[in-house]
């Protein structure tokens, strides 16, 4: 028979988030699974992306992203964590985060290496360390609070560890790595000469304490290549518009593995973000404030439909254990959810390596409109029994 697939690649076959977008819209439920704002940014931002086009911005841009850019980057990056970078060489526009992480894995690995990771883990990660020809090794985090376990992150390094690739604020558990916890990463990659890769989209949504890129830690801006996009701080998240900083020799090799995967790309967009980085430290306060408002409207809604709910401290995302509501199994709750109550969330186990981990934790989104909250918290009040 005909091979068709790699093998390395069997296991990715399908993303949740568009499986429960495709249910979403099949069903007419309410969204709650991928994360996106059901709301554009701000005007501005998006009058630049239409000037942009209109004024010819139309070609490729320079492969590692528009001049502008690179230093509206670098600058936002001094501006919120006084982290200092040279936009010529340690900074490089990529098609989102997703791109900049892809390229990471494939700059920065050789086949056989380990990198070290959090489960549960953003889909993208397992399959890019595998495209990279690597292995994961995971972390896991545990409810109630989902922290990190220093002695289980020293225990997951072993002579193969390339990197550690970190996510914080955590997707999908909405955890924000405290001061201590990061220095415990720190302290792993400076003992073991580890490189550490972060994942930081959503740096500006924290609602309690605060987050702190783990470059700014001693001894780890030289050995971390830090992460971002566009598309969570200023909600325009089909622009793929993301970034990674770091030392000059990690960036070249992670722009080196960029420029074949999509080379350059979203030329308007990239004029737009450098719009959006400038606005003012209010856009930022207005952001997260109406977000910590949404978090607490969409978790009180969980919690008064009996679900068992671990508040976020930030992200967009909340985690309820659908066991509260009898269920055993989360992706069959997820699954059946859309014909019971017309709400679709995201089922957690196949972010672990160890779906026993999360068998019964779901992800609800709540980047949506406050009368879209209420109406799905409306409706999940229907799980509760009568
Ligand atoms: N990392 C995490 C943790 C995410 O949740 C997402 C989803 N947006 C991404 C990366 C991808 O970001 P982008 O849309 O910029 O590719
Ligand atoms: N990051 C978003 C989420 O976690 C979705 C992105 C995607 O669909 N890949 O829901």
Redesign the pocket.
């Known amino acids: 028979m005909r091979r068709a697939m790699a093998a390395h690649l069997q296991p990715f076959t399908t993303t949740i988030f568009n499986e429960m977008s495709v249910l979403a819209a099949r069903t007419g439920s309410i969204n709650l699974g991928q ?1 996106f704002p059901d709301t554009d940014g701000p005007p501005e931002v998006a009058e630049a992306a239409i000037a942009a086009i209109r004024a010819g911005h139309n070609q490729y841009p320079p492969g590692a992203g528009l001049p502008a850019l690179r230093q509206a980057i670098a600058e936002h990056q001094r501006r919120w964590y006084g982290l200092d970078h040279d936009p010529d060489t340690e900074v490089v526009v990529t098609m ?4 900049a ?1 892809a390229a990471a894995m494939l700059g920065l690995c050789e086949p056989g290496d380990e990198v070290v990771t959090l489960e549960p883990y ?1 889909d ?1 990660y397992a399959a890019t360390i595998a495209m990279a020809g690597a292995q994961r090794r995971v972390v896991t985090l545990r409810a109630p609070d989902f922290a990190l376990d220093p002695d289980a992150l020293a225990a997951a390094v072993g002579p193969k560890t390339r990197l550690v690739l970190l ?1 914080s604020p955590h ?1 999908p558990t909405g955890r924000v790595l405290s001061a201590g916890e990061l220095d415990a990463v720190a302290r792993v990659c400076l003992e073991h000469d580890l490189l550490a890769v972060t ?1 930081e ?2 740096e500006h949504l924290v609602y309690d304490g605060r987050h702190i890129p783990l470059a700014t830690l001693p001894g780890m801006a030289e050995r971390t290549v830090t992460i971002s ?1 566009h ?2 701080t200023f909600s325009f ?1 089909g622009w ?1 518009v ?1 970034w990674a900083c770091g030392p000059a020799d990690l960036i070249a090799a992670v722009r080196t593995a960029k420029q074949y995967l999509s080379y350059s790309g979203a030329t308007p967009f990239q004029h737009a973000a450098t719009v959006a980085l400038a606005l003012p430290a209010s856009y930022y306060d207005e952001l997260a404030a109406g977000l910590a408002q949404r978090r607490d409207l969409l978790c009180q809604g969980l919690r008064d439909a009996g679900l068992d709910t671990f508040t976020p401290q930030g992200t967009y995302f909340a985690v309820t254990d659908a066991a509260s509501v009898g269920a055993a199994d989360g992706v069959e709750f997820c699954f059946a959810l859309p014909e019971r109550v017309g709400v679709v969330a995201v089922p957690m186990s196949v972010f672990y390596d160890d779906p026993d981990a999360g068998r019964t934790l779901v992800r609800f989104a709540f980047c949506k409109r406050p009368e879209i909250l209420a109406e799905a918290a409306a409706r999940l009040k229907g799980l509760r029994p009568t």
Do not use: F, L
Request: charged share 20%.
């Open positions: 994360g989102g985060a997703t791109e992480i953003y993208s996510n997707n994942d989209v959503y996009s598309g969570k998240t793929k993301g």
